[in-house]
């Protein structure tokens, strides 16, 4: 899960065509928003990721409550506007691990 904060081509990416730049929630990304010294966009390191646009899924996704009430009917309120689904990164896409 994250928030889009770049969409575009990077020539610094090899496989070339549009990505998307992800803000994540967690620390599981690649990046700090930026490729190869490029600068696409801030957030802090482990952060970031850039991903092909067929894999994120636009939306209001409630927040996962690992330790909350297993109640249906509980709403969360605190959403985010991007799922994003294990994708390929571009470090896979290129076999570039410069990121």
């Known amino acids: 899960r994250g928030t889009i904060m770049f969409v575009g081509e990077i020539p610094e990416i090899k496989a070339?065509?549009?990505w998307v730049g992800l803000k994540?929630?967690?620390p599981s990304?690649?990046?700090?928003?930026?490729v190869k010294?490029?600068?696409k966009f801030e957030c802090a390191d482990k952060y970031g990721a850039f991903v092909r646009g067929t894999n994120v899924t636009v939306g209001d996704f409630p927040e996962d409550d690992l330790f909350g009430s297993d109640d249906?009917?509980?709403?969360?309120?605190?959403k985010s506007n991007v799922?994003?689904?294990v994708p390929a990164?571009?470090?896979e896409?290129?076999?570039d691990d410069e990121f």
Do not use: M, Q, W, Y
Request: glycine share 22%; no cysteine.
């Open 72 to 78: 249906e009917g509980e709403e969360n309120k605190d």
């Open 16 to 18: 070339g065509g549009h």
């Open 93 to 95: 896409e290129d076999g």
């Open 89 to 91: 990164t571009a470090d």
């Open 83 to 85: 799922l994003v689904p």
């Open 24 to 26: 994540l929630d967690e």
């Open 37 to 39: 010294g490029a600068r």
């Open 29 to 34: 990304g690649s990046n700090d928003g930026s």
